[in-house]
């Protein structure tokens, strides 16, 4: 099946470290990707994870990959006021001749000063 | 900037009209993805195309309909635009159609459309 799932709010202080869960079903995927939206823009990509991977750090950034229970959660350190926007974790489905993304419901982080 | 642009930025149709929201991939990508984001909820995956034929889709009806030209740009075209339709239309060029591992999809800023 293709469900991504994940909380739908987080509310942290400026400085804290801010956890974002997301589980996924399909165990074929090969890279899971999390992307940061924020109000009336695109999708900017943060950062992904190959399916072999368990851990994956990228400056402020942390993502964790735990493929036996198909959970995925991206750590950011530090949390900054600018990091307010919505969070979509996706993972990558391959069909026949092309790759496409499915995308959670996003999840809302508000970091407060 | 991911240098993907969507135009228009908004739109207001009628039900029953159709519509055409146009995107620009970023310079050397020849996969252009479109995905439709309802208000509250992830994007979905409506269609993709490969140097300028459509290669996957997703459940999405006919009358969801996509051109690609040989500069790698696209259309999205809705026929017979329902309530349902409003949505933001998000734009995605990538290097290839995701065949070969990791696939970097680049999004544009997205077309506002409601439809009334």
């Known amino acids: 099946g293709e469900d991504v799932e994940q909380s739908l709010f987080l509310s942290v202080r400026e400085g804290d470290s801010s956890v974002i869960n997301c ?3 399909d165990s074929s995927s090969t890279y899971l990707y999390w ?79 | 900037e991911t240098g993907v642009t969507q ?25 252009v993805s479109w995905y439709q984001q309802a208000l509250g909820q992830g994007p979905q995956f409506i269609f993709q195309y490969y140097r300028e034929e459509e ?30 339709d409003s949505a933001l239309y998000l734009c995605a060029s990538s290097s290839n159609p995701g065949l070969q591992g990791k696939t970097e999809a680049f999004f544009g800023q997205g077309t506002r459309l ?3």
């Open chain 1, 35 to 113: 992307y940061k939206q924020e109000p009336g823009a695109g999708l900017q990509l943060l950062t992904y994870i190959f399916s072999n991977m368990d851990m994956k750090q990228d400056q402020r950034l942390t993502v964790l990959l735990n493929k036996k229970d198909k959970h995925l959660s991206l750590r950011i350190a530090d949390t900054q006021t600018g990091d307010s926007a919505i969070y979509f974790c996706a993972e990558s489905i391959r069909n026949t001749g092309f790759q496409k993304l499915v995308f959670g419901t996003g999840t809302r982080l508000l970091v407060s000063p």
């Open chain 1, 23 to 25: 589980t996924y079903t």
């Open chain 2, 114 to 116: 409601t439809v009334v």
């Open chain 2, 7 to 31: 135009s228009p930025t908004h739109l207001i149709k009628t039900r029953g009209q159709q519509v055409t929201l146009r995107c620009s991939s970023q310079s050397g990508h020849n996969t």
């Open chain 2, 55 to 84: 290669n996957g889709r997703g459940n999405f009806p006919p009358r969801f309909s996509g051109l690609q030209f040989p500069n790698y740009s696209s259309e999205l075209n809705v026929n017979a635009l329902e309530l349902d």
